[in-house]
C-alpha cells in the first residue's frame, strides 16, 4: 500500500516491541499501572463528531440514527444563524444573537467555534463533559474546522464523514431543500470542495449516495468504536478484573 512500508520477521517483531524488543517482559504490576491509567483517562461515554458538506445528508442520517438508537444523544450546540422551518430553540440548536455568542467565546465556554457561511456555531465544553462522565455517548453535527478543534481536547473521539455521491448531487439537494437562497447555495456549493479537501483526518467515510446504506453504515460504525478496548472497559470494570490479578 502506497505510503506504508510492509514489515516482516525480525523487523516487525522490532518495531511492534519498540526500544524494549530485546529487553525481559514488562512486570505485571507495570502493566496494570498502565491499563488504569489509560482507563481513568477515558470517559465511560462516546463523543461521534459527525461532519460533512451542507445538502451531505448528514441532518437526515443523524436524525434516524438517534431515533433509532436510543442510547446516542444530540449534542445541541449555539448558533447565530436563523431557525429553518421546523427547527425549535434548544432541539437542534440553542439560537443566540452575535453579541451573546461572542460574549460566551470570551469567557472560554466553548470547546470548540467556527464562523460557516456567515453564521457562528460553537459547543459548549462543560455540559459536553459532564454528559460524557454520565457514561452517554455523544453526538455531536459540526464543520470540519470545529472536529479539528475537538479532537484536540477529545483525542478518544470517534470522528464520522459524511460525502455526497458527487458535487451536482450536492447542488440538487440544496435546490430541492429550497429553504436558501440562490446566492448562499452558490457558497455552499463553491465551499463544499475544500470541506470535502479534509476528508482523510476522520476515522469513518460514509458515501450517501443511498440514504438507507448510508444509515446502516453509520450504525455499524457507531457499534465498532464501542467494542474499543478503552470504551469496554470504562463500561465493564468488572469484567476487565483480572487484569489487576497477580
Known sequence: MAGRAALSGSGAKSLALGRYANTEPAPRSMLRSFVAL?????STGTLFIVAAPSGAGKTTLVGRLLAEDTQVQHSISFTTRSPRPGEAD???YHFIDVQHFLAMRERGEFAEWAEVHGNFYGTSRLWLEARLHEGCDMLLEI????AQQMRRQFPEAVSIFILPPSLEELERRLRTRGSDSEDVIARRVAGALGEMRHVAEFDFVIINKDLDVALGQLKAAVS???LRFGRQRARHPEVFRFLDQD
Not at 489509560?38 to 477515558?42: D, G, I, K, P, V
Not at 464543520?143 to 470545529?146: A, E, K, L, R, S
Open 143 to 146: 464543520d470540519w474546522q470545529g
Open 38 to 42: 489509560r482507563a481513568s483517562r477515558m
Open 90 to 92: 434548544g432541539r437542534e
Open 224 to 226: 465498532a468504536s464501542r
